[in-house]
């Protein structure tokens, strides 16, 4: 029974010194993605979606922007997804506020996949969520409550924290959880401190919960997209890409 829950909390950790050189992952172009607008509590959202080449249906995943918006370099991560098979759809949740209630977001989330399961071009029992930096922490705590999701990937979250509006610590809600979620972190991250991702981590272990931890070694917060907004192209960050491409690809598949 313990090497099954061992197994079941399997935590891979991988230190990656630095950040040297660059990486051609053929972005250039790629962009062929279009917005829709999402309706949510008698308001519209627009949101960024891309689609795969052919007929489908395949997989989807909904990504979570971070407190910085919807910049350039989630749209070329979203497309980059789509051309290693998901349908990916990115609502713009601050539309209507910097900081809106925890269950303003939920609710456009839920709307969204809603949205996803009228495309024909959608497996609408194969949705998966991405977030990252507040989207990471709306992950860690719509995972658990969203039921039509079946995995999730949490990039540099904040467990213990109730946002920027006071709302629910994602952590109250690791009873609930029922599906395998991939957490990614930097250890030199001094807004979410890793500190607190290995207390989430023992916590979701003690609570025999399935999940993969990816540290990387140096690392600040926000470290996929650049100070620019776009998406940072170097073989570290082309890890942490591929790390989540594998996770959907175990779990959506």
């Keep these: 029974m313990r090497s099954m829950i061992l197994l079941a909390a399997a935590v891979s950790l991988l230190l990656l010194v630095g950040s040297v050189g660059a990486v051609d992952v053929g972005t250039a172009g790629m962009r062929n993605g279009t917005t829709v607008n999402i309706q949510s509590d008698g308001q519209s959202y627009p949101a960024y979606i891309t689609t795969p080449e052919g007929d489908g249906p395949s997989p989807a995943v909904v990504l979570i922007h971070s407190f910085n918006g919807l910049e350039p370099g989630y749209r070329v ?28 977001t939920e609710a456009l989330i839920r709307d969204t996949v809603a949205y996803l399961g009228t495309r024909p071009e959608v497996n609408a029992s194969s949705i998966g969520l991405a977030g990252f930096c507040a989207g990471g922490r709306y992950t860690m705590l719509f995972l658990p409550r969203i039921e039509e999701f079946s995995a999730g990937v949490a990039w540099y979250g904040f467990p213990y924290s109730g946002g920027q509006a ?51 070694q140096g690392e600040p917060h926000g470290f996929m997209i650049g100070e620019d907004g776009e998406l940072v192209e170097t073989p570290l960050t082309e890890s942490a890409y591929q790390e989540m491409v594998g996770f959907f690809n175990r779990t959506l598949g």
């Design 77 to 104: 991560m979203a497309d980059r997804l789509a051309t290693d098979g998901f349908v990916v759809i990115a609502p713009e949740w601050q539309t209507y506020g910097q900081a809106p209630q925890d269950n303003v």
């Design 166 to 216: 006071n709302g629910t610590a994602p952590a109250s809600q690791i009873g609930n959880i029922t599906d395998p979620m991939l957490i990614i972190h930097g250890t030199a991250d001094e807004a979410s401190p890793v500190a607190d991702i290995y207390r989430y981590a023992t916590d979701l272990d003690a609570a025999g919960k399935y999940f993969e931890l990816k540290v990387y």
